[in-house]
Nanobody, 121 residues
Framework: QVQLVESGGGLVQPGGSLRLSCAAS????????MGWYRQAPGKQREVVAF???????NYAASVKGRFTISRDNAKNTVYLQMNSLKPEETAIYFC???????????????WGQGTQVTVSS
């Protein structure tokens, strides 16, 4: 089994910053990529940012230049620094890991429980 533990969500004013963390533990054998999705009220879930174990990054166009994703491979942990937050970015943020517990198997997705981010005056 794989467990993802998220932290760092909360209430912040427009223009403020938050830093999210997600640590993977358990029977993971190899992690290929880690990142974040978000789901706002009444909206579909969308990709925010991802980073591979080699350090390659990808960002949604709406957050590029304001958010920074990073990782600590030794700790199987991913971080998301979110700056200049907007009210429209109020959402539940979900950690996602792409990896395997069995080296002979195909990659699959593992999910955290989600952490609430609220951007409001």
């Amino acid at each position: 089994q794989v467990q993802l533990v998220e932290s760092g969500g909360g209430l912040v004013q427009p223009g403020g910053s938050l830093r999210l963390s997600c640590a993977a533990s358990g029977s993971i054998f190899s992690i290929y990529a880690m990142g974040w999705y978000r789901q706002a009220p009444g909206k579909q879930r969308e990709v925010v940012a991802f980073i591979t174990s080699g350090g390659s990054t990808n960002y949604a166009a709406s957050v590029k230049g304001r958010f920074t994703i990073s990782r600590d491979n030794a700790k199987n942990t991913v971080y998301l620094q979110m700056n200049s937050l907007k009210p429209e970015e109020t959402a539940i943020y979900f950690c996602n890991v792409k990896g395997v517990t069995d080296p002979t198997a195909d990659s699959r997705d593992y999910w955290g429980q989600g952490t609430q981010v609220t951007v409001s005056s």
